[in-house]
């Protein structure tokens, strides 16, 4: 699923097993942009950092500081582009929830200038990530925590799983770093960070704020966090052997669920 298109001019991948294994010839190279890493809440910053000490520490990768411009701008970019496509898929949107039409008709109203405007900047953002990787830091993975917030609890039950809910800030916020890969093509693995202690709420007050949790601590209703790395174009390889290496260092880190079944089990007793 990962290979190259076969007129593309990117090698094609290796099979067998060795996709699978911890190369001391690939590229281990953590490129960390300071400036958008930092919008991410407090708790989420300090698991993810941690697991990228560990894979410096313990897999030998190391740390470049590098900066992408207009991250704010390109967020927008993104959803405007999406928006437009959605609505213009979902023309009819009488079966969908009250929030979603609410996404669709922001979508339906995008001018043609607009959307030039957005993927102009996409353009720009493509160019700025290609210099990183070819001139700057070639084989460097672009690390961000996976979401900015430690989760969306849910403030008002009654009300937000039976109609849905629109809040546009904290759809902005949890898709603070994932929206990048989408809008520009890059592949991405995201790798267990830990977990923070959930948001308690009575009504719309939190009286609980969100905190890490941990590793082994048993905490009901623990949220997870990830740690996201974005590969250069073809580099689906070396996300796997990043991937490997995360979840090798971090093994503390993750956790099956009370509510976790294996499928593979129950299949195979079927």
């Not at 490129?31 to 894979?55: H, M, N, T, Y």
């Not at 009286?207 to 974005?230: F, I, N, S, T």
Request: some cysteine; charged content about 20%.
């Amino acid at each position: 699923m990962g290979q190259p298109h076969p007129s593309s001019p990117f090698p094609p991948l290796r099979p067998g097993p060795s996709l699978l294994c911890s190369s001391a010839s690939r590229p281990k190279i953590l490129a960390v942009p300071e400036r958008w890493f930092s919008r991410a809440a407090p708790a989420v910053q300090l698991l993810c950092r941690a697991l990228i000490q560990r894979l410096v520490q313990e897999r030998g990768y190391r740390i470049v500081s590098v900066d992408i411009p207009f991250l704010a701008e390109g967020q927008i970019a993104h959803a405007l582009v999406v928006l437009a496509d959605g609505a213009s898929l979902l023309p009819d949107t009488k079966n969908l929830t009250a929030a979603n039409r609410v996404l669709l008709a922001l979508g339906s109203v995008t001018t043609a200038v607009d959307l030039v405007l957005a993927h102009k900047l996409r353009r720009l953002l493509v160019n700025h990530l290609a210099d990183l990787w070819t001139r700057q830091h070639p084989g460097m993975l672009l690390l961000t925590p996976t979401t900015a917030c430690p989760g969306w609890p849910v403030r008002n039950r009654s009300a937000e799983l039976k109609y849905g809910l629109s809040d546009g800030d904290t759809t902005l916020e949890s898709m603070q770093f994932v929206w990048m890969a989408n809008f520009c093509g890059l592949p991405a693995i995201t790798v267990p960070a830990g977990f923070v202690s959930p948001v308690i709420v009575d009504g719309a007050v939190v009286a609980k704020a969100a905190g890490p949790v941990q590793a082994g601590e048993d905490v009901v209703g623990k949220v997870p966090v990830g740690l996201m790395a974005m590969g250069e174009w073809g580099a689906e390889e070396q996300l796997l052997g990043f991937g490997l290496d995360a979840e090798e260092v971090g093994a503390d880190l993750r956790c099956r669920p009370p509510v976790w079944e294996d499928v593979i089990e129950l299949a195979k007793g079927s």
